[in-house]
């Protein structure tokens, strides 16, 4: 099956959006256009897109900001930046802040065209397979076998978008306001306050992962990477 991608394209320049949105377009993409940082936020912490194109001055604040916020949410976006800046700091900065790539202003759609076609395929390799060996565990996301040694483990949808989380982000603490985000997409006021405890509780005992699921107190939880 081929794999569908989201971009979201994150300037406010509405005639380069436009032009962006329509040049990139094609088969097995999803391009969301967005103007600014708010609505942006939204879209990206509650679909985790594949990829973000990120210009840098946008009116309601600075795109380094939001490049941050998704990086140290641990969330999987590959992020090119688009600015009209091309001093040496800027690009240091970018980068610094793990951006994937950087491309100044003015530039050539066909050399845009063909970066985000190496992110998107970089993005593909990553997910290509959906099965994952950890110490005595082996999860199969695609066949939703989940195994612990030689014991089938019979996992919840819940428990099951949860552990994917996990383990896609080892060695990453997840706070808990991006887990409810990712997990219950209907929304935080929806779920119980004490939804995410349960669910983690759970997923932990039925795994026997007390070595692995560890609780970062006053800020979320993590999957040791360690004891990979």
């Not at 970018?94 to 063909?114: C, H, I, M, N, Q």
């Amino acid at each position: 099956m081929k794999t569908t991608h989201q971009i979201v394209i994150v300037e406010d320049d509405t005639d380069l959006n436009s032009g962006l949105c329509k040049a990139l377009k094609e088969e097995g993409r999803n391009i969301v256009s967005c103007e600014n940082l708010r609505s942006a936020r939204e879209q990206i912490f509650l679909s985790v897109p594949s990829l973000v194109i990120l210009d840098i001055n946008l009116p309601d604040g600075n795109g380094l900001t939001l490049l941050k916020e998704i990086k140290e949410a641990g969330l999987k976006t590959r992020v090119i930046l688009l600015s009209a800046n091309d001093t040496d700091a800027d690009v240091v900065k970018g980068l610094e802040l793990e951006a994937d790539d950087y491309v100044t202003k003015p530039f050539s759609l066909s050399v845009l065209r063909a970066r985000v076609n190496t992110q998107l395929r970089k993005d593909s390799a990553a997910k290509e397979s959906d099965a994952v060996t950890i110490g005595p565990y082996r999860f199969d996301f695609d066949k939703m076998s989940f195994y612990n040694g030689d014991e089938q483990i019979v996992l919840s949808k819940t428990e099951q978008k949860l552990l994917k989380i996990f383990v896609s982000n080892r060695g990453v603490t997840l706070s808990r306001d991006n887990l409810v985000d990712r997990v219950w997409t209907d929304g935080f006021e929806y779920v119980d306050e004490n939804a995410l405890s349960v669910a983690v509780k759970r997923l932990r005992d039925k795994l026997g992962a007390r070595d692995y699921i560890k609780t970062v107190y006053g800020l979320g939880y993590m999957w040791v990477k360690d004891n990979d």
